[in-house]
């Protein structure tokens, strides 16, 4: 298996546009998790999903973002309109379960100008 | 809430030393608890995975260690070598979710 597969790696977007990151999570893994890097915050958990559905949203800030998981082996996290302070590495994680060992994909660095 | 703490921030060792990171974490009811490693401008890679009903893990030069009553683990890693130098990183899981502590990050100086 690839790992846990994201993009872009990098985005680099101006205050106000919408910005989209993706997530392809490790095949046979029932849960996916979106958290946040920041120098401050450190790592945060924005949201989580089981079989797609949504579990967890109470990590994500504000009615900015969104998470969607149409299918097993895909999801987005979605920010519109984006802001400097959304500046930061996301990353995308998959397991096998609650309390199982989790996989974190590469993240992608985002900036907002 | 669940808070981990991670003390010191950063250290530097000499080649050949053993490295020894301290976490701790407030909220004993955990299902386990998780060491990752992160290198500059990476993705973190799980080194650890200790169950709550276990004392310990071992994997080559790695061990780490939990108290639950304590609410700490320890992370040892035997002889460093310069390519130990990353960012460390404790998790637990509890209430569902995963909480990160912000991590050891440690050089070691050949």
């Known amino acids: 298996d690839a790992g846990v597969i994201q993009s872009p790696r990098h985005e680099v977007t101006e205050m106000g546009q919408e910005v989209t990151l993706r997530c392809k999570p490790i095949?046979?893994?029932?849960?996916l998790f979106w958290y946040r890097q920041t120098m401050m915050r450190g790592l945060e958990l924005l949201i989580y999903?089981?079989?797609?559905?949504?579990?967890?949203d109470s990590g994500m800030p504000e009615d900015r973002f969104s998470a969607k998981m149409p299918n097993a082996s895909f999801s987005t996290l979605k920010i519109q309109p984006s802001e400097p302070r959304d500046s930061a590495v996301y990353f995308c994680?998959?397991?096998?379960?609650?309390?199982?060992?989790?996989?974190f994909g590469p993240g992608t660095r985002l900036t907002v100008l | 809430k669940q808070e981990v703490t991670q003390i010191p921030a950063a250290l530097s060792v000499p080649e050949g030393e053993n490295l020894v990171l301290n976490c701790s974490f407030t909220?004993?009811?955990?299902?386990?608890l998780q060491w990752f490693r992160q290198d500059p401008g990476k993705g973190l890679t799980s080194l650890l995975l200790?169950?709550?009903?276990?004392r310990e893990q071992t994997s080559g030069r790695l061990n780490a260690s939990l108290d639950k009553s304590s609410g700490r683990s320890t992370l040892y890693i035997a002889a460093s070598q310069p390519g130990d130098s990353a960012t460390y990183l404790c998790?637990?899981?509890?209430?569902?979710?995963?909480?990160f502590g912000k991590g050891n990050q440690v050089v070691v100086i050949p």
């Open positions: 994680a998959s397991g096998g379960g609650v309390g199982n060992e989790q996989f």
């Open positions: 999903f089981n079989n797609n559905v949504p579990i967890d």
């Open positions: 998790a637990v899981w509890g209430n569902n979710r995963l909480a």
């Open positions: 200790i169950q709550s009903s276990q």
């Open positions: 095949s046979g893994h029932d849960y």
């Open positions: 909220d004993s009811a955990i299902y386990n």
